[in-house]
């Protein structure tokens, strides 16, 4: 389905910025109904980051790089209800350890 | 004897460095470069694993991911490379049956390699310079992280480590196609051809083969060395380039980073890259098994001419397979990421499958 992203209509799209290593997210929680398709495009200001999704039990749900200077978006097909954490899947320098977003990701049926 | 004497002298003295040919002292320093810089990589990779499981108070974070960033380069560049061109220095005129081309250039390979990973290791351990081995733009210029003259010292290691790499190359080479001086002349275009498969691609068309002029193992060094030169290039332009932004920074005149496109440069990298982990690897290790097999045997190499083709066709599919690196990158075109990332690295388990078949057969060809 990513693939051909282009051509699918997402039922929600949640635009973030990255900077500083810090997320700037669009809300304190970004709420998606099961089912829904949900296109996350993320923008870094500086480095190179990461995005990914993270279970409750910290298993990765996926991630992308995230590069200064274009467009990173990601769809994703929310089967499930559930809590989800953010963290930076990349290697952005010793400041960016601390790059967690936690339960800001909730599906509800 | 107490432990020291006999560890600089031999068990009862019998270590007699005088004695030994030029050739022998060289590839002894390059043996003895490579295991140092293999303890280096040990103590660091051991001190790593312990911090993962809990941290320790002596080793503070930055200091951690200098650690970090040091690590693959000191193994790969400290240990390995010593350890692999010492072999190959002599493996080459020795399967050969010639000189090397200069025992000179290869003690300044031996050199090089050693004081550019010290270099850089020590302003890693010192500054805590730490873009990663990866050095994902614009990470290696980021002044508000990292020291800039941190950075430029372990860049120049690097650098210095290209270098002495590119006098490897040239010597290989060199040794393959030339003609010792009171030799009748070689053809060493010939030698060139066949060393890297360019006579053997054109025996495919041709009714009358050519006997191949160099040996199977001699072949496979020839091609990863093509890698090897081919990474020495691009890691000594990506040296170059963060110099420019590091030099920038120092003369205070600092350069955007954006000026720079980092897909673009992630590309590159994991081009260059890639010519070590899926060429020069896979080739030298598929050669060395074949010389293997055949100094175990005593027997001829099982399918020869398909191994031959084989080496050819993965020094040729290692440039090719690099967007396996980048399928998490959205940015990168879907084509290059099934193309390059999926079809064509799924190509290697051929080649490699292969060479183990191969060397698999050999060897089992000559149970008793």
């Known amino acids: ?109 | 004897m107490n432990f020291i004497q006999t560890f600089m002298d031999g068990e009862e003295g019998l270590f007699k460095p005088n004695s030994l040919t030029p050739m022998q002292k060289m590839i002894l320093r390059f043996v003895v470069v490579g295991l140092v810089y293999y303890l280096f990589a040990l103590v660091e990779g051991m001190l790593m694993r312990v911090y993962q499981v809990t941290p320790i108070a002596a080793i503070p974070p930055d200091q951690y991911f200098g650690m970090l960033t040091a690590h693959p380069l000191v193994g790969i560049f400290g240990s390995t490379y010593s350890i692999v061109f010492g072999a190959f220095l002599f493996l080459v005129p020795f399967l050969m049956s010639k000189p090397l081309w200069s025992i000179k250039l290869a003690n300044w390979t031996c050199g090089l390699i050693a004081v550019g990973t010290f270099t850089f290791w020590f302003a890693g351990f010192l500054t805590h310079y730490a873009p990663l081995y990866t050095l994902y733009w614009p990470l290696p210029a980021d002044f508000t992280q990292f020291s800039v003259w941190g950075g430029n010292i372990f860049i120049l290691g690097i650098a210095l480590i290209m270098v002495g790499t590119v006098f490897f190359v040239l010597n290989i080479f060199k040794t393959i196609a030339y003609t010792p001086e009171g030799w009748a002349k070689q053809d060493g275009k010939g030698l060139m051809a066949s060393a890297l498969g360019l006579s053997g691609l054109k025996n495919l068309f041709r009714k009358n083969k050519k006997e191949h002029m160099v040996s199977l193992p001699v072949a496979a060094i020839a091609r990863g060395t093509v890698d090897t030169a081919l990474n020495a290039g691009i890691i000594l332009f990506t040296g170059v380039l963060i110099l420019i932004y590091m030099i920038a920074e120092i003369a205070g005149s600092s350069l955007k980073h954006s000026s720079i496109d980092a897909l673009l440069y992630k590309n590159w990298f994991w081009w260059g890259l890639d010519l070590i982990a899926d060429g020069l690897v896979l080739i030298f290790v598929a050669g060395t098994w074949y010389l293997l097999a055949t100094l175990i045997t005593g027997k001829k190499l099982f399918m020869e001419n398909w191994a031959r083709a084989a080496l050819f066709v993965e020094m040729v599919v290692s440039w090719t397979v690099w967007s396996h690196h980048l399928m998490s990158d959205q940015a990168q075109p879907g084509f290059l990421k099934i193309l390059s990332g999926e079809m064509v690295t799924a190509f290697e388990l051929i080649t490699q499958g292969l060479a183990f078949f191969i060397t698999l057969i050999t060897l089992w060809s000559a149970r008793p």
């Open chain 1, 1 to 109: 389905m990513d693939l051909n992203r282009a051509d699918i209509k997402a039922d929600k799209t949640f635009d973030i910025t990255v900077a500083d290593h810090k997320f700037i997210l669009p809300s304190e929680k970004m709420i998606i109904n099961t089912n829904d398709k949900v296109m996350f495009n993320v923008t870094s200001k500086d480095l190179t980051y990461g995005f990914g999704l993270f279970r409750e039990d910290n298993t990765m749900m996926f991630q992308m790089q995230v590069l200064p200077g274009h467009n990173n978006d990601i769809l994703w097909h929310f089967e499930s209800p559930g809590v989800y954490t953010i963290r930076s899947t990349e290697y952005s320098g010793p400041k960016g350890i601390g790059m967690i977003e936690k339960n800001v990701v909730e599906v509800i049926d």
